[in-house]
């Protein structure tokens, strides 16, 4: 039987091209070497987001004054949960694939020519590839014996203490988390700051906060070792040598190009990524590749539109990507997303005139709404609890093309975070019901 996609991948790229070629009556063959689901699934976005939120509420009551509550953790309890949430999570990803006609095989799948692959010793033709192998962390070269996101996350217990090398997305996401918990967080950073892809206005909250909760930074420094006896020794560039439980490396993940037969069709590349054009479409005619592994940004719901967009081109549509609306969220303290991108025309609205906010025992952060001169939205930047919800609020305004107005004159809830987006946008033409500012 001729399939009319064999999938490599059975992540949220892979999980969504099968998917969506169903819905469009065409019959996809996955192939997924793990667990269904990938590495978001199984060992990132949602386990990382599960342990934020577990951290997040023992450190909210903590912090919340005029209450004092103790409280114990049992990891191996709570990894059960974890575990069972997720296993209902991908069985249900899994089943809905097949509910379309797709077909799951589990296996390593190794591609013999742009028409075939090989899987448990049996070859299965298709009349498209779509290559969905995702990405794996970056390694330091020399320090083999640490921790990354998928043993962190699947601890038995709380690290006393715990040194995390890279102050990227999931070194401040995880070391937030874990200093909540309980551990004593230190984060080795290369460059002068954390989060070096994000503007210093914005993660300044974070930095301080981070440092209110007492982790320690540790900025422009150069890790030379890491040797394991009883628990860890970092040693830095600098002659200094630190000591922890534990050492996590999160320093970048890099596309997973390898393993899996791409030099039999050998298509052409940009960097370590699969060169895609807008169609998803790499230089191998019929092979496709989306997600983690065709190119930035590597983030899960990046791989979920371009799986759309390569099982439309793949069931005879015409569909082309288009990224200006992106979003990108840290799930720091205070959280920070952004989307779009920054023109030099808006105002600030401190996280501070928010009453729901402050009700919540949150005052530091901002919302920010970038505008062009006609006060075309273009993009906007929020530092604040939730922020991860309220900037698709965004994203549609630049999809569809709206004014600031159109965002200032919508009633928005009361009270609600999204009132800032709301006084954001009306910042952007000076009328700011709850904040004058000095611009
Ligand atoms: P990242 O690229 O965000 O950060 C890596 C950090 O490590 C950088 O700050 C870099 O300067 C630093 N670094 C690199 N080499 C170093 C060294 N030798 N010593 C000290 N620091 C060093 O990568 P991260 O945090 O590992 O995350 C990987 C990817 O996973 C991200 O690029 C993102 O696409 C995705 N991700 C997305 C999340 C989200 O959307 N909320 C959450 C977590 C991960």
Same mark, same amino acid.
């Given at each position: 039987?001729?399939?009319?996609?064999?999938?490599?991948?059975?992540?949220?790229?892979?999980?969504?091209?099968?998917?969506?070629?169903?819905?469009?009556?065409?019959?996809?063959?996955?192939?997924?070497?793990?667990?269904?689901?990938?590495?978001?699934?199984?060992?990132?976005?949602?386990?990382?987001?599960?342990?934020?939120?577990?951290?997040?509420?023992?450190?909210?009551?903590?912090?919340?004054?005029?209450?004092?509550?103790?409280?114990?953790?049992?990891?191996?309890?709570?990894?059960?949960?974890?575990?069972?949430?997720?296993?209902?999570?991908?069985?249900?990803?899994?089943?809905?694939?097949?509910? *379309?006609?797709?077909?799951?095989?589990?296996?390593?799948?190794?591609?013999?020519?742009?028409?075939?692959?090989?899987?448990?010793?049996?070859?299965?033709?298709?009349?498209?590839?779509?290559?969905?192998?995702?990405?794996?962390?970056?390694?330091?070269?020399?320090?083999?014996?640490?921790?990354?996101?998928?043993?962190?996350?699947?601890?038995?217990?709380?690290?006393?203490?715990?040194?995390?090398?890279?102050?990227?997305?999931?070194?401040?996401?995880?070391?937030?988390?874990?200093?909540?918990?309980?551990?004593?967080?230190?984060?080795?950073?290369?460059?002068?700051?954390?989060?070096?892809?994000?503007?210093?206005?914005?993660?300044?909250?974070?930095?301080?906060?981070?440092?209110?909760?007492?982790?320690?930074?540790?900025?422009?420094?150069?890790?030379?070792?890491?040797?394991?006896?009883?628990?860890?020794?970092?040693?830095?560039?600098?002659?200094?040598?630190?000591?922890?439980?534990?050492?996590?490396?999160?320093?970048?993940?890099?596309?997973?190009?390898?393993?899996?037969?791409?030099?039999?069709?050998?298509?052409?590349?940009?960097?370590?990524?699969?060169?895609?054009?807008?169609?998803?479409?790499?230089?191998?005619?019929?092979?496709?590749?989306?997600?983690?592994?065709?190119?930035?940004?590597?983030?899960?719901?990046?791989?979920?539109?371009?799986?759309?967009?390569?099982?439309?081109?793949?069931?005879?549509?015409?569909?082309?990507?288009? *990224?200006?609306?992106?979003?990108?969220?840290?799930?720091?303290?205070?959280?920070?997303?952004?989307?779009?991108?920054?023109?030099?025309?808006?105002?600030?609205?401190?996280?501070?005139?928010?009453?729901?906010?402050?009700?919540?025992?949150?005052?530091?952060?901002?919302?920010?709404?970038?505008?062009?001169?006609?006060?075309?939205?273009?993009?906007?930047?929020?530092?604040?609890?939730?922020?991860?919800?309220?900037?698709?609020?965004?994203?549609?305004?630049?999809?569809?093309?709206?004014?600031?107005?159109?965002?200032?004159?919508?009633?928005?809830?009361?009270?609600?975070?999204?009132?800032?987006?709301?006084?954001?946008?009306?910042?952007? *033409?000076?009328?700011?019901?709850?904040?004058?500012?000095?611009?």
């Amino acid at each position: 039987m001729e399939y009319d996609a064999i999938i490599l991948g059975g992540g949220p790229g892979g999980y969504s091209t099968a998917i969506r070629l169903g819905q469009n009556g065409k019959k996809a063959l996955m192939i997924e070497a793990d667990k269904v689901g990938g590495e978001c699934l199984n060992y990132g976005c949602i386990p990382s987001k599960a342990v934020i939120e577990m951290a997040d509420a023992i450190a909210y009551l903590k912090e919340m004054p005029g209450v004092s509550s103790s409280v114990t953790i049992d990891m191996k309890k709570w990894q059960e949960w974890k575990w069972g949430m997720i296993n209902k999570l991908t069985s249900g990803v899994e089943k809905l694939v097949k509910s *379309y006609g797709g077909e799951v095989v589990m296996g390593r799948g190794v591609i013999e020519n742009s028409r075939s692959v090989k899987v448990n010793n049996e070859t299965f033709s298709a009349k498209n590839i779509v290559i969905a192998t995702g990405s794996i962390p970056s390694r330091i070269k020399g320090i083999d014996d640490v921790y990354y996101n998928k043993n962190i996350l699947d601890v038995d217990h709380i690290p006393k203490s715990l040194i995390i090398i890279g102050g990227g997305y999931i070194g401040v996401e995880l070391g937030t988390a874990f200093a909540k918990l309980g551990s004593e967080v230190t984060i080795i950073e290369m460059m002068p700051n954390i989060l070096p892809g994000t503007d210093t206005d914005l993660s300044r909250f974070v930095d301080r906060r981070m440092s209110t909760l007492g982790i320690k930074v540790i900025v422009g420094a150069k890790v030379d070792r890491v040797t394991k006896e009883a628990g860890y020794s970092v040693s830095l560039s600098d002659g200094n040598v630190l000591k922890a439980e534990l050492v996590v490396m999160t320093v970048g993940r890099q596309p997973n190009t390898q393993g899996f037969g791409l030099e039999k069709i050998n298509p052409e590349m940009d960097g370590k990524f699969i060169k895609t054009d807008k169609r998803k479409r790499t230089s191998v005619e019929g092979v496709y590749a989306v997600g983690d592994v065709s190119g930035q940004p590597m983030l899960a719901h990046k791989a979920f539109y371009d799986a759309e967009i390569a099982a439309d081109n793949i069931s005879g549509k015409n569909a082309e990507v288009d *990224y200006r609306a992106m979003p990108f969220v840290i799930y720091s303290d205070p959280e920070i997303a952004t989307t779009g991108i920054k023109t030099d025309k808006f105002n600030n609205i401190p996280l501070a005139t928010n009453g729901r906010a402050l009700g919540m025992n949150y005052n530091q952060g901002v919302f920010r709404i970038y505008v062009d001169n006609e006060f075309v939205i273009k993009g906007g930047a929020f530092v604040a609890p939730r922020a991860s919800e309220l900037i698709s609020e965004i994203s549609l305004a630049v999809e569809a093309g709206l004014t600031s107005k159109d965002l200032g004159m919508t009633v928005h809830p009361h009270p609600t975070l999204s009132e800032g987006v709301k006084e954001a946008a009306e910042a952007t *033409y000076g009328r700011s019901l709850h904040y004058k500012s000095s611009r």
